[in-house]
């Protein structure tokens, strides 16, 4: 939480060495720790052969989650749709909210973290369409709810630039582990709330961006997923963190969650990544090598034609091989983690 001091009747937040008030516990350290041990193996395991198809599942549970959290109903298969450029029928909001969302996310690559400017183009990306002036601070007051009970009056709008420049320098300064720093910076940001809509996908993306200058792997990795499943635990520890006028308790939180999401990912099967047409059809493969697309088809219950077009688009994506000829030949499955599933 933001510290103030009283002037006369002017609330004017402390201008010199800004420092938010945090403390570090014994969970977190030992979390850093196991985190630092776990990342490269995480790394290996994203440079895997089916390494750039867990980067797509993973982006798209990301974006899924972090807009689930906001009310968005899309499904983990609606979001791949959209992301490979077909046609869903929803809610014209929810639609655009996952378009931007995927667009944000593929710019989020050049953004500099430590710098304000790329953070509100962020949010211009993410909430353009959806909300009144995308990617500039709010005007009005903003108060956090749950269901109609207020759990968090903002500081007031015009108290917002000088804090997130407070924010942003603290970021840029401080010595504390980037793992610190980002579940620090994320807790501050939503307690400024600069935003008028959008805070909350914004501040979990620009955690993410932050543990990236940590090491690449970390914005491919569905933290938001989690965090998804652990909503009530999320908003419980902003809370407490509040209460204590210390964000320690999320801090242990955000930790927890990524080192779960490191060890998640360094064991995701290979069959993970893909949906469960294409996983049934590898096992047919897998079982069957000579197995024929009509014979398939008649196993899912689906046409010929269908599995025909999911055999091609996996050809081309270098998961399958025709070995021999069409009549007599059989299926190679290419990445030997699969075949041994």
Known sequence: MLAFTTNCDTIKPEMSDYTPPFSVSAKAIRLVAEISALVERCAIRMEKADGAMLRKANRIKT????????????????????LDGKSVIAPRQQLQEVQNAIRTYEESQEWNPFRMEDMLHAHSCMMQGLCDEPGHFRRGGVG??????????????????????QLFNWLQQAEDHLLIRSCVFHYEFEFIHP????????????????????????????????????????????????????????????????????????????????NETERF?????????????????????????????????????????????????????????????
Not at 67 to 82: P, Q, W, Y
Not at 236 to 250: E, G, M, R, V, W
Not at 299 to 315: A, C, F, H, N, W
């Open 63 to 82: 974006i899924r989650s972090s807009l689930a959290i906001e009310g968005n109903e899309l499904s983990e298969d609606d979001v791949r749709t959209i």
């Open 144 to 165: 956090v709810f749950a269901g109609d009970k207020l759990i968090h009056m903002a500081p007031p709008p015009h108290l917002v630039p000088t804090l997130m420049h």
């Open 195 to 274: 935003f008028s809509d959008g805070n909350g996908r914004i501040g979990r993306l620009w955690q993410s961006l932050i543990l990236g200058k940590l090491h690449p792997c970390f914005p491919h990795l569905p933290i938001e997923n989690m965090v998804f499943a652990a909503q009530e635990q999320y908003y419980q520890a902003i809370q407490k963190s509040s209460a204590l006028t210390d964000c320690s308790p999320f801090i242990d939180f955000m930790l927890e969650e990524i080192y779960n999401t490191l060890k998640q990912t360094i064991n995701t099967s290979p069959f993970s990544t893909f």
């Open 281 to 341: 059809i590898l096992s047919c493969l897998r079982d069957v090598p000579s197995i024929s697309a009509k014979e398939i088809a008649d196993k899912r219950g689906i046409t010929p034609r269908q599995i025909e077009k999911y055999l091609s688009e996996m050809k081309k994506k270098g998961i399958i091989q025709r070995m021999g000829a069409r009549r007599n030949g059989v299926w190679k499955i290419c990445s030997p983690e699969q075949s041994s599933e």
